[in-house]
């Protein structure tokens, strides 16, 4: 796994347990129907990921879209699949999503050339 993937996990998983460690039920039901939303159901969680990642892109959420990237590339998106998603982003959120698109593929490049 590429260095940046482990940081990016690393932290991501350090802020969540500082917020999960407070006594707030919202927060707490957000974050589980957020992680309950991406299993495998009517559709598949590869899918799932792919829709989340187009969203992240429009909504131009950096730490949204690598979430989806890593998850898209666990999940088994394919490369060609990964090109239409950014294609989608780019013509639902317009040209202002580019640079998170380039960010999305320098990801996508050090997950999948390994």
């Known amino acids: 796994m590429a260095k940046r993937v482990q940081q990016f996990k690393e932290e991501r998983q350090r802020l969540n347990d500082i917020i999960l460690k407070r006594d707030n039920l919202d ?3 957000f974050f589980a129907l957020d992680s309950a939303v991406y299993r495998d ?4 969680a590869g899918t799932k990921e792919m829709l989340g990642l187009v969203a992240s892109l429009v909504l131009r ?8 990237v890593i998850e898209a590339a666990g999940a ?8 239409e998603i950014m294609s ?5 959120g317009g ?5 998170h698109i380039r960010r999305a593929y320098q990801l996508w490049e050090e997950l ?3």
């Open 27 to 29: 927060i707490k039901r």
């Open 61 to 68: 959420c950096d730490d949204c879209i690598s979430y989806h």
């Open 41 to 44: 159901g009517a559709l598949d």
């Open 112 to 114: 999948t050339s390994q």
């Open 88 to 92: 989608i982003g780019l013509v639902v």
């Open 76 to 83: 088994g998106v394919t490369d060609d699949e990964f090109s």
């Open 95 to 99: 040209s202002i999503t580019i640079p």
